[in-house]
């Protein structure tokens, strides 16, 4: 089986330790809804509703450039307001938190965010207390596997032409969302 091209999770240090030890060539993108609720964590409730204003602005920003601008201009905001732990928050793992400008632009609503995931886990978590314990785990895998299968009708498909797709998984670069460089073709094999 071929690595993954792209992991999208949260802060889950288990999770990122073993993709590096089984697929050490897939790139990371890390949860931006998680990143700022890790930041707002770190300021003060009054100044969480203008945070939140000024971090959207930099998740929403249509390019790279534009995205650093708005990161240089919010740590400029940390900074005057003396909140430095918010500041070094926003900065970790920077790079992790970028690469969805590697790929298309009509696939980045689906990259900036593991929320849909595990919005199907919480669904599963509130259906599965209910139940308690079941006697044989056959059936506990049945009933995940079900409710899994059931919460998942409701997922968006991926946005863009599937051939967007076939570019990405056969390695075409693309910046700020935009295809800059078409994948290489395969170099046949002559024959013996």
């Known amino acids: ?82 909140q430095r732990a918010a500041a070094e928050t926003l900065l970790r793992d920077w790079d992790d938190f970028t690469r969805f400008y590697d790929y298309p632009i009509e696939h980045w609503r689906h990259l900036r965010t593991s929320n849909p995931v595990e919005s199907i886990f919480a669904g599963v978590r509130l259906r599965t207390r209910v139940v308690g314990r079941t006697r044989r785990r056959d059936n506990a895998v049945y009933l995940v596997f079900k409710l899994i299968d059931r919460l998942s009708l409701n997922w968006a498909s991926l946005a863009g032409e599937p051939e967007l797709l076939r570019l990405v998984v056969e390695g075409a670069r693309f910046e700020d969302g935009i295809l800059v460089s078409p994948p290489s073709p395969e170099k046949e094999v002559p024959a013996a």
Do not use: K
Request: hydrophobic share 45%.
């Open 1 to 82: 089986m071929a690595a993954p091209r792209l992991a999208v999770g949260d802060g889950a240090l288990g999770l990122w330790a073993a993709l590096v030890d089984v697929y050490p060539t897939t790139e990371h993108q890390r949860c931006w809804n998680h990143r700022i609720t890790n930041i707002l964590d770190r300021l003060p409730a009054r100044l969480a509703p203008e945070a939140r204003r000024r971090l959207q602005r930099i998740v929403g920003a249509t390019s790279r450039a534009a995205c650093e601008a708005a990161r240089d201009e919010v740590l400029a905001w940390f900074r005057r307001l003396d």
